[in-house]
Nanobody
Framework: QVQLVESGGGSVQAGGALRLTCAVS???????????VGWYRQAPGKERELVAA???????IYGASVKGRSFFSYNTDENLLALEMNTLVPQDTGNYYC?????????WGRGTQVTVSG
């Protein structure tokens, strides 16, 4: 079993910044042939949407609404995904999930809530 645990969420004022992390643990040796790692978010009443993720080419793509103010990283030595966002707006409010796709299997964390006010 592989576990993904997000942290770093909370309440932030508009215009502020945040850094989310996702710790990957468990039977990491099963994560062979990873095709994508990244972050998604879901606001109340809305579908889950892409924030940032890697393509099989390892290129990082960003969702249109966060492009230019977000940075995604994946430290394979520490098995840690990170997401940094700045210039936050209330529309960034939502539950943020990290994700790994490996050999057709999808692994998700339980999410960390981000609330942007003001």
């Amino acid at each position: 079993q592989v576990q993904l645990v997000e942290s770093g969420g909370g309440s932030v004022q508009a215009g502020g910044a945040l850094r989310l992390t996702c710790a990957v643990s468990g039977d990491i040796s099963t994560l062979i042939g990873i095709t994508s790692v990244g972050w998604y978010r879901q606001a109340p009443g809305k579908e889950r949407e892409l924030v940032a993720a890697t393509l099989p080419s390892r290129e990082v793509i960003y969702g249109a609404s966060v492009k230019g103010r977000s940075f995604f990283s994946y430290n394979t030595d520490e098995n840690l995904l990170a997401l940094e966002m700045n210039t936050l707006v209330p529309q960034d409010t939502g539950n943020y999930y990290c994700h790994i796709k490996s050999r057709g299997s999808d692994y998700w964390g339980r999410g960390t809530q981000v609330t942007v006010s003001g």
